[in-house]
């Protein structure tokens, strides 16, 4: 399979989606008073990780992806 242009915009696209919104459940889960058992915290430290790793992953993808259209068009 061939990546088009729009292909790897929307990798990238995700990868951005991705950080911005787990940067913010990060912000919220440092932000919380509440009295929560270590397991939660865990539990989330640990979905904010994969998270932020899949990030990396597809905007690697995404970027290659771009950066491969931009040299067979030139």
């Keep these: 399979m061939k990546f088009e242009r729009k292909h790897a915009l929307f990798l990238l696209g995700v990868a951005v ?8 459940f990060t912000k ?11 397991g939660y915290y865990v539990a989330h ?9 899949i990030a990396v992953v597809l905007g690697r993808w995404g970027w290659q992806a771009l950066r491969a259209r931009r040299t067979t068009e030139s």
């Design 28 to 38: 919220a889960l440092i932000d919380t008073e509440e009295d929560r058992p270590t």
């Design 17 to 24: 989606w991705n950080v911005l919104t787990y940067a913010r």
């Design 45 to 53: 430290s640990i979905l904010i990780v994969v998270n932020v790793l």
